[in-house]
């Protein structure tokens, strides 16, 4: 079975800082990643995914995530962070070539302070 | 274009009641899904439909859970009775169906379902 792991649950960042959040998958075929957010009220949106080519992979805004596959990793980077990413962040994996479902991580909050 | 909407936002019922929460997925998705977050933990997979079938529900917890698609457009997921440990935030996401293609899904805002 898949499993993901997001090694940071809660993170606290002052603006302008720079962010790493870890993802780590366990699943032995090849896998689709995402990284979804979640701001304050709102519904769960895609921030990127890689589906297959380039490794590193460019978001919205300004995130980035790097697939590494022999770590099994995807982890997210922002070089400087703004007040306005204060969420929740989610890394997900689904299987190749197929609509199916997605096994989600535990989730990190991410709080930005002024 | 609309988004995926889910009704309601939030439900408080008493445990042994009866609660059915609905999901409109973006126009033209075959692909609908279910997902619920128990709070503190990670959100999980329940089921998965394609049109109106249930591709896979590996993911329900017990036979108190019943979902639906008539017709292959809006889907109910339905809990009756409700207990203490369902509460939770629903989910429900949707996504084109493009053969063997990746897709990604888009989520709606979630049903926030406390029983108490």
């Known amino acids: 079975a898949q499993s993901v792991s997001q090694h940071n649950h809660h993170v606290i960042l002052s603006e302008a800082a720079s962010l790493e959040l870890g993802c780590n998958y366990s699943?032995?075929?090849?896998?689709?990643l995402f990284w979804y957010v979640q701001y304050p009220g709102q519904h769960l949106q895609l921030l990127l995914k890689y589906f297959s080519g380039d490794p590193l992979v460019k978001g919205i805004k300004g995130f980035e995530a790097e697939f590494i596959k022999s770590k099994f990793s995807f982890n997210l980077r922002k070089p400087s962070v703004q007040w306005s990413d204060t969420a929740e962040y989610f890394c997900a994996v689904s299987l190749t070539g197929t609509a199916s479902k997605l096994t989600f991580g535990t989730g990190t909050r991410l709080q930005v302070t002024l | 274009e609309a988004g995926v909407t889910q009704f309601p936002s939030h439900s408080v019922i008493e445990k042994g009641q009866t609660v059915t929460l609905r999901c409109d997925p973006i126009s033209g998705h075959d692909n609908l899904y279910w997902y619920r977050r128990v709070m503190g933990k990670e959100i999980k997979f329940l089921l998965h439909f394609v049109k109106e079938s249930k591709q896979d529900e590996s993911g329900m917890p017990n036979n108190r859970f019943l979902a639906e698609r008539t017709g292959g457009t809006y889907s109910t997921l339905k809990v009756q009775p409700a207990e203490l440990e369902d509460s939770g935030v629903y989910f429900c996401?949707?996504?084109?169906?493009?053969?063997?293609?990746?897709?990604?899904?888009?989520f709606g805002q979630g049903t926030r379902l406390t029983v108490v």
């Open positions: 699943y032995g075929g090849t896998v689709n």
């Open positions: 996401a949707s996504s084109q169906d493009l053969g063997n293609l990746n897709t990604e899904a888009f």
